[in-house]
């Protein structure tokens, strides 16, 4: 959210100083070691959520301001959906818009007509659709109508999906037999996938902080369902929907194949109520391979999968962002997420770790209600050939939709910037601390050394890289706003642009 208001109110055009520094200073106070891993007392916890609401609030006005400056110079025909995509590469997806009316189809701007769904929720309007393409790092233009065409629908039954890339068969409660890549023909699974376990987590020092390897020992699998039913099976999505009992705790979980997209979803709602327990999610892949990969802050790093020395053993649960990775050479399986962080790759069975219940130093730590997705993706080559740190963003940073009405123009969509590199990422847009330009810092993600080039819709004539601490270094050459530069594996570059 907050990297999205900055970049917004950049290219707005007017930076609201005095927001954004509160705003990203009560992100970062609550970034505080013991408030970020959740190891704090229970009366910090309840401060940090009330901090955070303020923040939802203040952020989310941030980013609508920034958004209504670039909206005034916005001018379309006829009734439409405006569609922000915030990274640099054109993409496309599932998109949800409230509208004023009940339209019957829409176009995007070549004039074909796109998948989509047209409901009523708690008496407004929403439409649904699949924006494709969406321009980089910008925004699309996708124009409401009166005509309607015919789609394939995702087929979904209590036992099955399948879509363009992936079929997907469950059993009887709702574990999959078979993930199949239908564009190589691999089954991926040996064994069953999404296996949810509950393991006993009674560390001996210090619950919040610390996991013991023996925690592998005692387990109870969540192999039986108390519900299986299909949700949906539209053009846009097919939908399964299983529920699971723990004790007094219940685990929903939609698990999803949407329109063109290759990766199982599962979005997931638990009423947690476990002590001393762990919850995670298991993937036996048909994958050999010595080492696990994940992506880290501006990077990613490596981690063994077996336990060979007391070293490796004391690697068996480690931290990750956005996704983790494991390939041999000409395939492998990614389980990418939208906030969880712990990950365990022992031989070939990948495990994301769910939820957690110690019991100090807060008694009630994890308990209530938890909303969250991660996705199992089978691929073709590695992460690296894959695409999968950008599918990790585009998890993330989702396409927004908003419904603009028709005034005198013809705009189609907009880009506010180029990056001409395939694993560089833009990480940050925002003004320079001393008041001198604007700063753009970008890194490179795919462990390779390349050549890239840069543009971005900003009044500058010169451009200077600098360090992280915004100190000039050295002036690179500049041409009509695009400037290029080299990046070596995972290094980090931060220009002044003035």
């Not at 970020?36 to 952020?59: K, Q, V, W």
Request: aromatic content about 10%; overall charge negative; proline content about 4%.
């Amino acid at each position: 959210m907050m990297r999205n208001a900055e970049i917004l109110n950049v290219f707005g055009g007017d930076h609201p100083a005095e927001d954004m520094e509160k705003a990203w200073k009560i992100l970062l106070i609550n970034q505080f070691h013991d408030i970020l891993p959740g190891t704090s007392i229970h009366e910090a916890m309840e401060n940090t959520r009330e901090e955070y609401a303020e923040l939802r609030d203040l952020g989310g006005r941030l980013v609508r301001d920034g958004k209504n400056k670039i909206l005034n110079n916005v001018s379309v025909t006829d009734d439409s959906i405006l569609v922000w995509n915030m990274l640099t590469w054109q993409t496309k997806g599932l998109v949800k818009a409230e509208i004023p009316y009940a339209a019957k189809g829409i176009k995007n701007s070549d004039g074909k007509l796109l998948a989509s769904k047209i409901y009523d929720e708690d008496g407004k309007h929403y439409i649904e659709f699949y924006a494709d393409p969406v321009p980089a790092f910008g925004y699309g233009i996708f124009t409401l109508c009166d005509e309607t065409a015919e789609f394939d629908t995702i087929k979904a039954t209590k036992n099955s999906l399948e879509n363009k890339y992936l079929k997907v068969t469950l059993d009887d409660n709702g574990l999959l037999d078979e993930v199949i890549d239908k564009q190589t023909g691999r089954q991926i699974l040996t064994g069953k996938g999404n296996l949810l376990t509950v393991s006993s987590d009674k560390p001996v020092h210090e619950s919040a902080w610390n996991m013991e390897f023996d925690y592998q020992m005692k387990f109870w699998p969540l192999d039986r369902a108390e519900s299986i039913e299909v949700i949906e099976s539209s053009p846009l999505r097919g939908v399964i929907r299983v529920v699971r009992k723990f004790h007094e705790s219940t685990i929903t979980q939609d698990i999803i194949l949407e329109k063109d997209k290759p990766t199982v979803d599962f979005d997931t709602a638990v009423d947690w109520h476990e002590r001393e327990k762990v919850l995670k999610a298991e993937f036996p892949v048909d994958i050999r391979s010595r080492n696990a990969s994940c992506e880290i802050a501006h990077g990613a790093a490596e981690y063994p999968t077996h336990y060979n020395t007391s070293y490796d053993q004391a690697k068996f649960e480690f931290c990750a962002h956005k996704w983790a990775d494991l390939s041999e050479g000409g395939y492998g399986a990614s389980i990418i997420n939208d906030c969880k962080y712990g990950y365990n790759v022992h031989d070939n069975v990948m495990k994301i770790t769910l939820l957690r219940g110690p019991i100090l130093p807060d008694p009630v730590g994890d308990i209530g209600m938890h909303s969250f997705r991660y996705s199992f993706y089978p691929h073709a080559g590695t992460w690296r050939d894959a695409d999968t740190v950008r599918l990790g963003f585009e998890e993330n940073i989702r396409l927004d939709g908003e419904f603009i009405k028709a005034k005198s123009g013809s705009d189609i969509g907009h880009t506010f910037a180029k990056i001409d590199g395939d694993s560089v990422i833009l990480d940050a847009v925002k003004p320079a601390q001393d008041g001198n330009g604007v700063i753009v810092r970008m890194y490179e993600s795919e462990t390779r050394h390349c050549t890239a080039k840069a543009w971005f819709e900003l009044n500058y004539s010169k451009v200077i890289e600098c360090n992280l601490m915004e100190c000039d270094e050295h002036e690179i050459p500049c041409k009509n706003g695009e400037f290029e530069f080299t990046m070596k594996p995972h290094e980090v570059k931060t220009f002044r642009l003035i």
